[in-house]
């Protein structure tokens, strides 16, 4: 069964839509697998970014993404990747439509209420930063 990585931003823990959004991934059936509350460190955060560690908004949303403790979780079922990244909609939150978590609560293109991994790749590497395997339980 497929996993996905998703973070839950400081802009969403602020707005207290932590539970609005997790209560949409697991309407559309998926199960929490692992989670986590931890406040990102530079390190991380430029491991987590490093492909877009280059970029010149990269020092600002390091220092949003760190700004506060963020929820980390892994969930798991059929499509989950594909599906959470829909249910999410683009990453500018003024392009997302409403009915999208992103178009319903984020704000603009960095300030957009939840991260999720965008490939097998990607997830399978990012479950294994934040999480050791036992701590996945799935
Ligand atoms: P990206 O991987 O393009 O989007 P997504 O989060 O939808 O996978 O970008 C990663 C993060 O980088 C994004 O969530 C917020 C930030 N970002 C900016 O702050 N400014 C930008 O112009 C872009 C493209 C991304």
Redesign the pocket.
């Known amino acids: 069964m497929e996993k996905t990585l998703i973070i839950l931003k400081p802009d969403c823990m602020e707005k207290r839509l932590a539970g609005a959004v997790l209560d949409r991934f697991q309407k559309a059936g998926f199960d929490i697998v692992a989670a986590k509350l931890m406040q990102l460190n530079a390190e991380l955060l430029r491991e987590h970014?490093a492909h877009?560690a280059d970029k010149p908004?990269f020092p600002a949303?390091a220092e949003f993404m760190g700004s506060r403790p963020v929820l980390v979780v892994v969930l798991r079922g059929e499509g989950v990747i594909a599906k959470v990244r829909e249910l999410l909609g683009p990453?500018d939150s003024t392009k997302a439509p409403k009915g999208t978590i992103r178009g319903d609560y984020g704000t603009d293109?960095?300030v957009?209420i939840c991260?999720a991994s965008?490939s097998p790749e990607s997830a399978a590497a990012e479950i294994q930063r934040f999480f050791r395997a036992e701590e996945v339980f799935a």
């Open positions: 970014y877009i908004f949303l990453t293109v960095s957009n991260h965008d």
